[in-house]
DNA sequence: TATGAATGAGCATTCATTCAT
DNA sequence: AATGAATGAATGCTCATTCAT
């Protein structure tokens, strides 16, 4: 039996180990994921892992908002470094959302588990979370990137947001893709899923904000 | 035992009994979709489902096919009313897309579909009838909506695709945002999705092709 | 696979075979009654036994109906030779009932199933299909047995039934009975099923519709 | 932390709350009686209760045995009283037995749980226990209700707790009963549980003892 | 072509019980 | 004695798909 977790602290370390468990053998193949092998390789027994959630889905859940909330800590520690530029967005994209590896995969996911697959208030629960966070992140880039309302920082958020994971479902590396290579009329429409992301979340945010905002 | 199909024309006129059993199915409860179901709902055996369709991934990425090829022989009418606008576009997108209830829904879960569900023999031929669909599309815009390049054409429609099917996931009605009314945090990012739609659009069109294009 | 039942009369079969099956397993270990092994039993893959019952307990009560059915077949049988006598009664529920291995302990599992376990409707089902026996049981014993109504046949078999099961939950043998073999205080109460349930079935039905109808 | 239990009488007042517990929460919905829940109504840690009994199925058995127990000390104190008459013992039955919501139903679960569910050692002590009221009870009955032999007093009982418990498990009033309102065919058999108990147990110990027993 | 009986893979979750503290 | 974190056994059922008729 794995020592137990009395302190608070210990238990929170424990459903980390959960999490990354659950996220390693999750990228590992999606489909696969079994609550069984979560335990396991988290050195714990099975039902100990339902201790820590209610379901398979909720660890999904949690591991998208630990991938949020470290988007939006880096993006907050951006703004305490001074002022906020398209390009230091688009940089702290890439890097903490375009680039973690399961992000969009598991925001994709995850969008869908909200509406049916978990319990509601587990739901609504992560969206309160997430509102607060990015209610402050509205306040940030109207304050850092000079825009006219903590309202359209949100919207830039979220117009972006939604742009990424969109265009990421439509162009994000995958053996099918591999597959194609011979075919012209889908080479016609396979582009780099960077390079589009970035010209089309430029034109969004110049589009929806003015091109000085990035270039003070 | 119902009428045999022996010509082509009933043949198809079958296939899309059962496209249209599925898709009401389908759209009263998505996850309650059971092939029994569909072939009762078309009036048929089950075994004669899979006469028609392979498997029932296949049926919904058909459904989807077919919402598909439906906006795009708009697109095509549209352009051979003469000029194109981002305003037309804009209408076009709604009337063809955002509001045919099951579009974006089904639209979200295809893209997964295609991944892992279907045999990439069935999501590369699917990608080669868009392919094909949309390399047409982008010549038309070339020439309808003044854009420089056919390749533009096709990164007009991607990119607002992109930013269409992105946003519906964060945004799209639901019960769970209803159940948030009393949630100020929820509050905060809670938006009118086509509202949101319109503005992003516009201005990532405007963004990236000019403001110019959409007012001759 | 196994032949298919494509006849009615073939159903019939297999669902016979499903529950012979079922019930050597049953008595062979109650607690271990496993849908798998009935499936393998009856030669059939587990799916096939879910197209013939809607449950484990509901297989329980069709081999409990199919031991009442017998008995009252039975009960018809005794009827249709002549006159119907508290001995040939007590003949009948020994042979029908109390030696039929699994009927009494089946029933006792069965009288609580019915409550939670089915269905409402299949519960009711049952009730209804044993309720018709019983009634015409009713009018039989009246004739036979010379009682004054069809009611007080109805009784007769209810208040004996109730006795019967009742006293074999009390008394019938049991390892654990075994067991007690020098306990003192257990073998004060440590009687023979058999003598105790003919004594009392026998004063019952005396004490309740008269010395006489037994001996004509 | 609850006051720990360190004298004898509180370890007992510990014990009989946790059975108060238990019964409260059996009775409101017998398929849902969860350790976990008996414990937090007693106001003890779901360990305590593993300090008190060794399992689940000996706390239902120490319920019956309570109720059983409850039921000796009444005739006993009856026996005290003088004479016994049929017509006292069918009050006592009523009381004592009938009247208390969850006897039978309680009994009709415990006769199962001492074959399967316990130790043989616990079922055999219950047995043994339960042996010695009887005996004595048997004896009881031998002088107050006039019967040839203690012998017979053990039979009195044992037989009429046969018929109690069976026609119990035919005829108590259920939800079942409730929805079979319309059906004649159950109607045909639908009798009231106490009517026919009282008229068959008094026909039974008529029977079985003679009608002068009763009345002196 | 159409049917529908037969197949069998797939698996999260509960909860009684234990035992380290 | 009391606690409550950890354990892990236990399994029925659905439903997409196949294929004999």
Known sequence: MKQRAIQQSDKDQRRQDLLDA????WQADPNRLRIEAVAKAAGVAKGTVYLYFRSKEEILLAIHERHV??????LRAGGEQGTITFETMMDLVFAHMVRVP???PLAS???????SGVEPEIALGLKHRIGERLGEAGHLLQSRLG???PENGVAFL????GLILGLW??????PLRDMAKNDPAIQNIDRDFETELRQALRALWVGE??????AP
Do not use: N, R, V
């Not at 659950?22 to 053998?25: H, K, N, V």
């Open 102 to 104: 399961a992000f969009l």
């Open 209 to 214: 904000f003015g091109p000085t905002k990035g």
């Open 109 to 115: 996911l995850c969008h869908g588990l909200m509406e």
């Open 147 to 149: 825009l006219d309302s």
């Open 169 to 174: 479902q439509i162009l994000h590396p995958s």
């Open 69 to 74: 909330a470290a988007f939006f800590a880096a």
């Open 22 to 25: 659950a996220l390693a053998l």
């Open 158 to 161: 979220m117009h972006g947001y």
